[in-house]
């Protein structure tokens, strides 16, 4: 038996997924859009079927999913999610299929698809392939760099302040691969797909939100040193793990994590006294040690809840100025390490800050 059928087998909770359908030249809603659901793997024996209504939603249905506490513990091997495929057809519109749609367990999973008008070229079927989670897969580690890049280089473009941008521009493969597709994605849109991709949905609020910012702090080092483009790129950011996060064409996101990018997409962290966002480097620090950077797989609590922290374990806030310096206690392979963080806000969510990181 297949590790993917195997997974399948074992799937005794349950998860939810709603399917949102538009067109990709207007973004108008497509209604009655006929969607067939089945086992990644399996695709001949469908499990479900169900149609968009006038706002191109369909209703939120339950599908079966691995225990919860298999994207809860570190030690935990077997795959967390369960993968269905999705055939999406509508009239008037090139049918689309996707491969790999995550399931996990007791969180809601947003399925966003975006169709072609039909035309008479005859264009053979859309099909799109989600690989593995990053927490699951095999992908390169990331290449290290200077958290704070220098701005004083003659003729470097540089923002003169830090912006959040509306859309970033996404290289889907590493920075000299020519033939890879640039993606104009929304800002947003891009964290929940990146946050979707390296962290599960079961996770704890707070500790979503320390990696989410972390992801948002990265990729705004990233949009105000404009790092590709001083590289003579034509691109914001890449998709390659080696350089940057893993972003993935027409994944699904989760309800968990969306809420808690549309609270923080203004927020990143800084050093005190230097103007660009951090690059928060991290990695999970099971398949990938990175001693000197951030690690979310940090030992487990007694919930039985790991802290999925960024090796964030205890955080002390001081007000000084209007500005709060966050003193960050890091543990990385036993050694303690201070990082002293300036976490910029517009508005004082004090409250959420002082109680970002759970510790034990």
Known sequence: ????????????????????????????????AE????????????????QTDSSGQTETIELAAPPEEWSL???????PYSEYTLSIKAPGFEPVNIAGTEILANVKAIQNIQM???????????????????LYGDYPPKIAEAEIKPVTETGEIVLSRVVVPEYIVVHDGSPRDSTATNYYVKYKDYIKNVASSEIYATWPENTIRANVLAIMSFTLNRVYTEWYRNKGYDFTITSSTAFDHKW??????????????????????SRPNVRQPILTQ???????????????????????????????RLVVVIHFKCVFFFVVYNFFNNALQNF??????????IYNFINIFDTV
């Open 35 to 50: 969607i067939s659901i089945s086992y990644t793997g399996v695709p001949e024996s469908t499990l479900e079927k169900i």
């Open 248 to 269: 993935i064409p027409e994944r699904n996101i989760f309800d968990s994590i969306s809420v808690i990018v549309d609270e923080l997409f203004a927020d990143y962290l």
């Open 282 to 312: 991290y990695c999970d620090g099971r398949r990938v040690s990175c001693p000197n950077w951030l690690t979310f797989l940090q030992g487990h609590t007694n919930t039985r809840k790991p802290l999925y922290l960024l090796g964030l």
């Open 1 to 32: 038996m297949s590790q993917l059928r195997a997974m399948q087998t074992e799937a005794v909770d349950r998860g939810t997924l709603q399917i949102n359908v538009t067109s990709s030249v207007n973004a108008f809603p497509v209604e009655r």
């Open 73 to 79: 513990d570190i030690e935990e091997d077997r795959q």
């Open 116 to 134: 072609k008008p039909a035309d008479v070229s005859g264009e053979e079927d859309q099909v799109f392939v989600i690989p593995a989670h990053t």
């Open 340 to 349: 002293i963080l300036c976490h910029i806000i517009d508005r004082l969510r």
